[in-house]
């Protein structure tokens, strides 16, 4: 049963989407919802009662609040998270949805693999895709459909201990967000989460060795192992599907979508079904998105990479026979790139560094030699760029920045909105 919040006083503390959203859910349901920011909006959204600087002391708020709604941006130290009950948007909604749950995290692919499930599960039953992918979870859970499917951050899941998601997925683990959560192992609790209460686990076994399974009791299906990944094909137990016609690029993706096949399989689609659709999914833009190909040159958008693993994740399998132009750059996450140097040790590469981190890095990439090219941003290396391209005629121009965009951009989305419009005004080689 939903908790009943006629009447009650709730602080959203931290607006923006999901925040104003839960706020509207709980302004339909009879709540006075207070909105608790650094900044008031102008004007005030009709479903905020009221509003209040989030530095105001505690015991200069305007009533008693009977809950606290956090969002995920807002730190758990915050002082009014030490004096009220408080849930996370996720939580909220939880507590209104009467379907089942396909919960989905990792520190990369999130968004790719959701995106697969929902792409798959909307064929065989009424579902939709919310959580960190963009939709909020309170935006949706009203509408009762059959499944919701929802990715999830390490923010959102630390903030949310009664979940019961039905079915899981967790892509992978590596150092991200250790700013928030102070270590890996922090970080990996939070992730570990999601399995509370879930009736079925699809991961890796290197993940696997990673997480806490005392108290787990469902099904553990691994990649590898329950799901066999060739370069056409994925062979599950009871179905192999042609994976021909698949069109994203990257062994990575080809993972994601194995991850999708075994959590829709067991979530109830029929294996045919799947197998019809695979085709038909065209990728995220962002996420190792195809712009355009100018003569022999395929450019890539992959902005989504905002860390050193997303990075590794396809450029291990880059074939080393092809040559690559290699775009790299922005606020670094105090990440040691050794890993990724092994790597292009091994490619045809030519690495181009911009941005905040590019002198930090410039020493760790300097084997490159003249293949090593620095410079500040983005504009500057496409005013280089179509002598280069001449001259070396790449198989692929990639943006992987392997880092933040808040030294330049506002988000990753535009940063590579930017990259698009630049590779879009090239003509070839002029």
């Not at 940063?415 to 419009?421: A, D, L, N, P, T």
Request: with cysteine; aromatic share 10%.
């Amino acid at each position: 049963m939903p908790i009943q919040f006629k009447d009650k006083n709730i602080l959203v503390l931290g607006g923006g989407l999901s925040g104003n959203s839960a706020a509207k859910l709980l302004q339909s349901q009879g709540a006075w919802v207070y909105l608790a920011d650094r900044m008031k909006p102008e004007p005030l959204p009709e479903y905020y009662s009221g509003f209040l600087p989030d530095t105001t002391p505690v015991h200069e708020y305007p009533c008693k609040f009977d809950l606290v709604i956090k969002s995920p941006g807002i730190s758990p130290g915050h002082a009014m998270l030490q004096e009220t009950p408080y849930l996370s948007e996720i939580e909220l909604a939880r507590t209104f949805y009467r379907g089942k749950i396909i919960g989905i995290t990792g520190t990369d692919g999130k968004s790719t693999t959701a995106s697969l499930v929902q792409h798959f599960l909307r064929a065989c039953f009424a579902s939709e895709l919310a959580g960190n992918i963009g939709t909020p979870f309170s935006g949706v859970c009203l509408q009762q459909p059959e499944f919701v499917v929802l990715e999830l951050s390490s923010y959102q899941l630390e903030d949310s201990s009664n979940l019961d998601i039905d079915y899981t997925a967790i892509l992978n683990l590596a150092p991200d967000h250790l700013e928030r959560h102070g270590s890996m192992e922090k970080y990996i609790q939070a992730k570990n989460k999601i399995i509370r209460n879930a009736r079925l686990l699809v991961t890796t076994a290197e993940v696997l060795q990673q997480l806490d399974l005392k108290n787990f009791t469902g099904q553990i299906l691994l990649l590898g192992k329950d799901a066999l990944v060739s370069k056409h094909s994925i062979q599950t137990s009871c179905y192999t599907y042609d994976t021909s016609q698949f069109q994203l690029q990257g062994n990575h993706n080809l993972q994601n979508l194995a991850v999708a096949i075994l959590l829709c399989q067991n979530a109830g689609c029929d294996p045919t079904a799947l197998q019809q659709h695979i085709s038909t999914f065209s990728g995220l833009k962002h996420r190792f998105e195809k712009i355009t190909t100018l003569g022999k040159t395929t450019f890539i958008n992959d902005s989504k990479s905002t860390n050193l693993h997303s990075l590794e994740s396809w450029l291990q399998n880059y074939p080393a026979e092809q040559s690559l132009f290699l775009l790299l750059g922005g606020r670094g996450k105090q990440e040691d790139p050794s890993r990724v140097a092994a790597m292009l040790e091994k490619k045809n590469v030519y690495l181009f560094l911009y941005g905040e981190i590019r002198k930090e890095w410039e020493v760790v990439f300097k084997f490159l030699g003249q293949k090593l090219l620095t410079f500040p941003d983005l504009d500057s290396i496409f005013r280089e760029l179509p002598l280069l391209m001449h001259e070396n005629s790449p198989d692929h121009v990639v943006l992987s920045p392997a880092c933040a965009s808040f030294d330049q951009y506002k988000n990753f989305e535009q940063r590579g909105e930017h990259f698009r419009k630049l590779v879009l005004d090239l003509s070839p080689y002029k």
